[in-house]
């Protein structure tokens, strides 16, 4: 049963445009994440939030902002995308920041910059 | 920091027959192991995971792992796979120090053929 939702499910565009993405978690979980997911199936964390709080964020371009208005909810916007940015990318959450809490997946959502 | 390998990109098997998919990975500390299974156009699942104890460890739909410290090894294991175990597989390790995100290996894409 899935618990984490994600819109839009695909999404095509073209370069210089910007995009947002969101994530919503019916779970009541503290901590959410962004996740991209490239063609060869390779996962990197993006950006990590615990209650609102921004706790982890990788070396990724500027162009890329999350946004969580609350604790179930964190968007991604990015900036004037570029062609390396067509990926999956991957919402998750978890019960907390603990190093060995489970994380739960929504479906992804695929991005095609033209 | 830590790091996961997982040497096989691809793995072949018939219905019935045993499966391990190898995973090593590198933490000079106490690591947390995961493996997650990604089925076509949905998000990852968690089958199981490690911490202390038993090294063997139960999983859901018949998987186990056994973590090896010696080896540096939480290698996955079936004793008989289904075609619907078909799916892309990844071996996941966090620290146990405060703070440390899950770093994910490569993937193994696992085929089960009739």
């Known amino acids: 049963e899935t618990a984490v939702f994600q819109t839009p499910n695909y999404h095509v565009t073209q370069v210089g445009n910007e995009v947002s993405f969101n994530c919503k978690q019916t779970?009541?979980?503290?901590?959410m994440y962004w996740y991209k997911q490239d063609s060869k199936k390779l996962l990197k964390i993006m950006f990590s939030y615990n209650n609102k709080q921004l706790i982890v964020n990788e070396t990724v371009p500027r162009r890329f902002s999350p946004q969580s208005s609350d604790k179930a909810h964190l968007n991604l916007r990015i900036k004037s995308v570029e062609p390396e940015d067509s990926a999956v990318y991957l919402c998750?959450?978890?019960?907390?920041?603990?190093?060995?809490?489970?994380?739960?997946f929504g479906p992804g959502t695929r991005l095609t910059v033209l | 920091a830590q790091s996961v390998t997982q040497p096989d990109a691809r793995v072949t098997v018939s219905e019935g027959a045993s499966l391990q998919l190898r995973c090593k990975y590198s933490y000079s500390g106490t690591p947390y192991l995961f493996w997650y299974v990604q089925y076509p156009r949905q998000g990852l699942q968690l089958l199981l995971k490690y911490y202390s104890g038993d090294p063997v460890v139960q999983g859901v739909n018949g998987f186990e792992a056994e973590f090896i410290k010696s080896n540096s090894s939480f290698h996955l294991r079936k004793a008989s796979v289904h075609w619907s175990d078909s799916a892309v597989y990844f071996c996941?390790?966090?620290?146990?120090?405060?703070?440390?995100?899950?770093?994910f290996g490569q993937g193994t894409i696992l085929k089960v053929y009739l």
């Open positions: 996941a390790v966090s620290g146990s120090s405060s703070g440390q995100k899950l770093v």
């Open positions: 998750a959450s978890s019960r907390d920041w603990d190093n060995y809490a489970e994380q739960f």
């Open positions: 779970l009541g979980h503290d901590t």
